[in-house]
Each structure stands twice: as structure tokens, then as C-alpha cells.
């Protein structure tokens, strides 16, 4: 037999299989119509047991093929038992609610909260995101959420991950403790350069200030300078530099963003000091409800599942049964509990495609904690 052959072999059992798939998916359906009108839940674990215990056994040399076959058709089948039965959820109606006609275009203006001062790289984050943004400055990541959950400011912008440094912990710290949504999120390109007083010489310098991010990013250059120079923490980058002109002092000097050079007054020592010129941020705009416009296309979530094993499979499962991209999952310890985490989630998702609610329902059903993040566009 010649593979020509077997290749039509093949075709005509793909025919025989794909025809056996529709009337298993019809099946499906009744039975998700079946649970509906009888309130039972979606996910039957001993059904499932059964299945693929059954399936494998007749297999044969294939016992271990047959398994993830089976264990597939069994997560497309949930999966479209979820579509059946969608619609009837907090999240499908916080979504519902929070989706904006197509004409609605994300606001060139309005009072948003920014933390540090005029210089930063988050003010520049805010007016690439916002082009007629009126900025109202604060200390912390936290003034910044308690500036848009009080109603002070109606959005807030911050950064949330570096391509080098990784996330912003704090910022994902407070998505879980503030009731706010992300509604648009931008990535800029972070150039640093290390700034001192005018007549200042890189030898002159003792003390380096900046945001521990910074800091991060410019390790290799940090390290060249040797023990002799201490380095400094502080809120940020662009208040560093500040920190630098005030004091008169020509042994400091800060890592800050070139706009900090005219705005305080200062040199440039080095330029372009970030341990990679491929170094990004993302920053997020939140706001104090979801607002979903025309056009997104991220969806974030926080999660929690049963400390089994398993648990983050069966979610990672209900992405992969209807396609969607996962560009981040994170762990965060829950504060105050031994060895329990909370999962951030970032999907390639759009609430208004075929799908995506009923796998935030199931999500809802079967997660210990679920909260929607937002759905939203990157600029």
C-alpha cells in the first residue's frame, strides 16, 4: 500500500470521526439542557473518572493516546455545555454592563492620579494614554487607587510590569484590595540616565537615588561603580531626580528619565544605563467601574483554586478547550494564610467574542475567589 493510499485511509476515517464528534457536541447540548432544567452542575468528576478510565483501558497500546483524546473531547464538551447555559451570572451581567457602543471612544481628558511627581515616567505613560489628562500627583501606589475609589479622581495611572524586572508587586497587590477595573493599558520604551548637579563628575558621586525598578534595571551599570557608591530607594524616578537638585550637593545623583534633565535642572553623567535598550513597562489605566470599549482585546482576572493537585490544570483547561491565550499567570501569597496563592491571570481574550463569558462563568462557578480585572485595549 502506497501512501497515497494510506493517506485516503485517513481522510475517510477523519470523516467518520468528525461525523461521530458532531452527534457527541449535539449530545452535549442536550445534556447541558438537561442540567439546566434540573439545576446539577456542569463538571461531574466520577462521570469524567469513568470516561477516561474506560476509554484507556480499551485502548490498549494506545491506552495513553486515548487518555488526552478523551480528556479533550470531555474539556470541549464542558466547554460547550458552558455556552448553552450562559447568560445567567454576576459576571455575565457585570459584563453586560460595563460593554460601550462601538462609536464610545476611551476619554482624551479628565482628572487622573499619577504617583510621584512632574517628570515620571508614569505622568508620560498618563498623557500617551490621556492627551489632555489633568494630573494630580501622589506619594504612593496606594493614594493612587484611594484617589479613584473615593471618586477624587476618575482614573489612575501605573505601572504594573517591566520586561526585565518584572511585575510591580505592589500595584498587583492592590487590584486584589481595591474595587477597580483596568480599562486601558499602554507599554513605553525606559531609557535612564543617571543625573547629578551641573559641574558634577562621575567620580564626584557617592549616593545614587531612584525607584527600586530602576534600580533593577540598571544592575550592570550599578555594579561597574563599585561598593563605594551607596544606592538609594525612593518612591521615583522623577522624584529622585528632584531629591538630586535640592540638595545642592554634587556627590548625589539620581537614574531618571531624560525629560528629568531640563525639568529639574540637571546633567547627564550616562546615558542609556537600563541593562537592555529592549526595556519596557507596562502601565494600566484603572478606573472605579469596568468600562469596556470598542476594540479590547485583554482580559485580566485574579483567581483562587483548592490547594490540589490538579486545580490549575483544570483551569489552564478551560483556556485551552476554546483557544485562548494566556500571556501571563503570576502567584501571590494571600497574606495572613500558610502556603495558599492567588493567580493573576492575563488572557488574549475579548468579552464580546464567541465563548469568552462562559469560560469567566465557569471560572466563577468553580474558582474559591474570582474577580473580573477589566477588558480592555492597549495603546
Known amino acids: 500500500m502506497d501512501i497515497k493510499e494510506l493517506r485516503s485511509g485517513i481522510d475517510t476515517v477523519d470523516q467518520q470521526i468528525l461525523d461521530l464528534f458532531i452527534k457527541r457536541m449535539e449530545l452535549t447540548e442536550q445534556v447541558a439542557e438537561y442540567k ?9 468528576r466520577q462521570r469524567e473518572r469513568e470516561i477516561l478510565s474506560d476509554m484507556s483501558g480499551k485502548a490498549g497500546q494506545y491506552g495513553d493516546y486515548a487518555y488526552q483524546l478523551f480528556s479533550r473531547l470531555i474539556d470541549l464538551s464542558k466547554a460547550r455545555q458552558c455556552e448553552v447555559n450562559s447568560g445567567d451570572s454576576k459576571i455575565s451581567a457585570l459584563v453586560d454592563a460595563a460593554l460601550l ?24 505613560a498618563c498623557e500617551k494614554l490621556m492627551s489632555r489628562a489633568n494630573i494630580m500627583y501622589f506619594k504612593t501606589f496606594e493614594s493612587v487607587f484611594s484617589a479613584v475609589d473615593s471618586g477624587l479622581c476618575e482614573y489612575g495611572v501605573l505601572p504594573i510590569e517591566n520586561n526585565i524586572n518584572g511585575s510591580v508587586r505592589a500595584v498587583y497587590e492592590l487590584l486584589q484590595r481595591y474595587s477597580c477595573s483596568i480599562v486601558r493599558q499602554t507599554r513605553m520604551n525606559i531609557r535612564h540616565e543617571l543625573l547629578a548637579l551641573p559641574g558634577a563628575k562621575l567620580s564626584d558621586i557617592k549616593e545614587i537615588y531612584s525607584h527600586e525598578q530602576a534600580i533593577g534595571q540598571c544592575g550592570a551599570f550599578l555594579s561597574s561603580l563599585g561598593t563605594d557608591v551607596k544606592i538609594i530607594p525612593c518612591a521615583n524616578t522623577a522624584l529622585a531626580a528632584k531629591i538630586v537638585a535640592e540638595s545642592g550637593d554634587v556627590t548625589k545623583a539620581s537614574i531618571s528619565s531624560p525629560a528629568c ?16 535598550e529592549n526595556n519596557y513597562t507596562k502601565f494600566i489605566c484603572i478606573a472605579k467601574k469596568p468600562a469596556i470599549y470598542a476594540g479590547s482585546s485583554h482580559t485580566s482576572l485574579i483567581i483562587s483554586c483548592p490547594n490540589k493537585p490538579g486545580a490549575l490544570s483544570d483551569i489552564l483547561s478551560m483556556l485551552s478547550a476554546r483557544g485562548i491565550n494566556m500571556v501571563k499567570l503570576e502567584s501571590c501569597p494571600v497574606t495572613g494564610r500558610n502556603f495558599e496563592f492567588i493567580f493573576y491571570l492575563e488572557l488574549d481574550a475579548n468579552v464580546r467574542e464567541a465563548g469568552v463569558v462562559s469560560m469567566l462563568e465557569e ?17
Open 36 to 44: 439546566k432544567e434540573n439545576a446539577l452542575p456542569i463538571v461531574n
Open 261 to 276: 534633565v531640563e525639568l529639574y535642572g540637571l546633567n547627564v553623567l550616562r546615558d542609556d544605563i537600563q541593562d537592555s
Open 363 to 379: 471560572l466563577e462557578r468553580t474558582c474559591e475567589s474570582f474577580t473580573f480585572l477589566g477588558c480592555y485595549a492597549e495603546v
Open 101 to 124: 457602543p462601538a462609536e464610545k471612544l476611551f476619554p482624551r481628558s479628565g482628572m487622573v492620579a499619577c504617583q510621584g511627581v512632574e517628570g515620571s515616567n508614569s505622568q508620560q
